[in-house]
C-alpha cells in the first residue's frame, strides 16, 4: 500500500466527485514543535492541535455556514482551505486541485473576504485600492477595471469610488473586503465573519447582497465562518458546528433542531408577580419540562424562562403551580427556541462529554 503526502494510507483517500467544490478529508492541524522529550516517548502533549480528523464536502452551489465557539477551530479550517495554513494531516481538494501540492492553482479558485482593514492602503481611494488589487492577483488590467467597476455598482460603492479609503464607515470597508474578495470572479468564496462590528442596517444590506448575489451566479460555492447563529440560519443551506477542533454536527437548521429534541419543544418567557416564595416544578422531560429559571428583575416582578413540549402539558403544570400559591402571570410570550439556545445546549453537551472523558482518561 503506498502513502500520501501526509502520511496517511492513499487508499484512505477517494477520489473526488465532480458535484464537490471542496473536499476536506482528515485534515489535522497542529501548532509548536515536539520537545525532545516528547520525541522519545512518541507523545505530543506540548503542542496544541486546532483541528483533529476534520472531514467535510461542499457541493458546488451550496452555501454552508462554519460554526463554532471562539478557539474552536473555525478560522484555522478556514484558512487552510485558503492555502494560508498548510495542514499537519489529511488534504484539501478546492475544485479538485489539491491545495497543498497546486497552491497557486487552488488559489486561482477561490476568493477570500476578510475584514482586515490594514490590508487595504488608506490613502489610496476605492478604485485606487481595488485595482491594485487586481494587479496583486494577476488579473489582466482590462478585465481588472471593468470587474471593478462591475463590484463597485453592486455593492454601492460607485459614488465612493474616488473617496480615500480612511474616510470609510465601517460598513463601507466591509463592502471593499468583499469586492476584493470577489475580483477574480471565483468559483467558490470564503467569508469569514463578514458583518463583524457592524451596525444592524449595515449587516442587513450586507447579507441582502449576499443573497442577491447567490442568485445571480447560482454556480457559485460559498463557505462561511461567522458568530452571528442569526446570519448563518439566514443565509446558509447548512451549518457544520466545530468545537475543540472536531466537527461536532451538521446539517440543516431544522434537522439539527429535530436531532437535538427542539422541533417539539416551545420557549415560554414569563412575567410574573408575587413569585418570591414558589416552589416551581423542577426539570423533568417526562412532566413535559425540559429547562426552568427564573430571574428577579428589581421591581417585585420575575422572569421565568421555560422550555417546555409543545403539547402544553409542562406549561400547564407551571401555570397551576404560580395561580396556586398566591402569584399572578402578568405576561407570557410564547415561541420556539432561538438557533442560538440550539448551538449553547450542543456545545454545552459536548464540553460535558469531553470533561467526562478526560476524567476517565486521567
Given at each position: 500500500m503506498t502513502t500520501a503526502r501526509n502520511g496517511n494510507p492513499s487508499s484512505a483517500l477517494q477520489?473526488?466527485?465532480?458535484?464537490?467544490?471542496?473536499?476536506?478529508?482528515?485534515?489535522s492541524k497542529r501548532y509548536g514543535k515536539m520537545r525532545q522529550a516528547e520525541k522519545?516517548?512518541?507523545?505530543?502533549?506540548?503542542?496544541?492541535?486546532?483541528?483533529?480528523?476534520v472531514s467535510?464536502?461542499?457541493?458546488?452551489?451550496?452555501m454552508v455556514g462554519?460554526?463554532?465557539?471562539?478557539g474552536a477551530g473555525k478560522t484555522t479550517l478556514m484558512k487552510c482551505i485558503a492555502t494560508l495554513l498548510e495542514a499537519s494531516a489529511g488534504r484539501i481538494l478546492v475544485e479538485n486541485i489539491d491545495v497543498a501540492r497546486e497552491p497557486l492553482?487552488?488559489?486561482?479558485?477561490?476568493?477570500?473576504?476578510?475584514?482586515?482593514e490594514r490590508s487595504f492602503y488608506w490613502r489610496l481611494s476605492a478604485r485606487e485600492n481595488l485595482r491594485f488589487f487586481g494587479a496583486l492577483y494577476r488579473v489582466p488590467r482590462r478585465a481588472a477595471d471593468g470587474r471593478v467597476e462591475e463590484l463597485l455598482e453592486a455593492l454601492g460603492?460607485?459614488?465612493?469610488?474616488?473617496?480615500?479609503?480612511?474616510?470609510?464607515?465601517?460598513?463601507?470597508?466591509?463592502?471593499?473586503?468583499?469586492?476584493?474578495?470577489?475580483?477574480?470572479d471565483p468559483e467558490v468564496v470564503l467569508y469569514d465573519e463578514p458583518t463583524r462590528?457592524?451596525?444592524?442596517?449595515?449587516?442587513?444590506?450586507?447579507?441582502?447582497?449576499?443573497r442577491e448575489s447567490r442568485a445571480r451566479h447560482p454556480e457559485k460555492t460559498h463557505i462561511l465562518a461567522t458568530n452571528q447563529l442569526t446570519e448563518a440560519e439566514q443565509l446558509c443551506d447548512r451549518v457544520i458546528i466545530v468545537n475543540g477542533g472536531r466537527i461536532v454536527v451538521q446539517g440543516t437548521v431544522p434537522e439539527i433542531r429535530e436531532r437535538f429534541g427542539e422541533a417539539d419543544q416551545s420557549l415560554h418567557r414569563l412575567v410574573c408577580e408575587g413569585v418570591e416564595g414558589c416552589d416551581l416544578p423542577p426539570a423533568d422531560p417526562d412532566a413535559g419540562v425540559w429547562e426552568i429559571s427564573m430571574e428577579r428583575t428589581g421591581d417585585g416582578a420575575a422572569v421565568i424562562r421555560l422550555v417546555a413540549d409543545q403539547r402544553g402539558e409542562g406549561l400547564s403544570l407551571v401555570l397551576a403551580a404560580i395561580l396556586r400559591q398566591g402569584g399572578r402571570?402578568?405576561?407570557?410570550?410564547?415561541?420556539?427556541?432561538?438557533?442560538?439556545?440550539?448551538?449553547?445546549?450542543?456545545?454545552?453537551?459536548?464540553?460535558?462529554?469531553a470533561g467526562a472523558a478526560a476524567e476517565v482518561a486521567s
Open positions: 477520489p473526488p466527485d465532480a458535484a464537490v467544490s471542496v473536499l476536506v478529508e482528515g485534515v522519545s516517548t512518541g507523545r505530543d502533549v506540548g503542542r496544541m492541535w486546532a483541528l483533529r480528523d467535510l464536502a461542499v457541493k458546488k452551489g451550496e462554519l460554526l463554532g465557539p471562539n492553482q487552488a488559489r486561482k479558485k477561490m476568493g477570500l473576504v476578510t475584514c482586515d460603492l460607485s459614488e465612493a469610488a474616488e473617496r480615500p479609503y480612511h474616510s470609510f464607515s465601517t460598513g463601507m470597508r466591509q463592502k471593499m473586503a468583499i469586492a476584493r474578495g470577489l475580483l477574480t462590528s457592524l451596525d444592524p442596517v449595515s449587516t442587513q444590506r450586507i447579507r441582502e447582497w449576499i402571570v402578568l405576561r407570557c410570550e410564547s415561541g420556539q427556541a432561538s438557533f442560538d439556545e440550539v448551538f449553547c445546549r450542543i456545545i454545552a453537551r459536548e464540553q460535558t462529554a
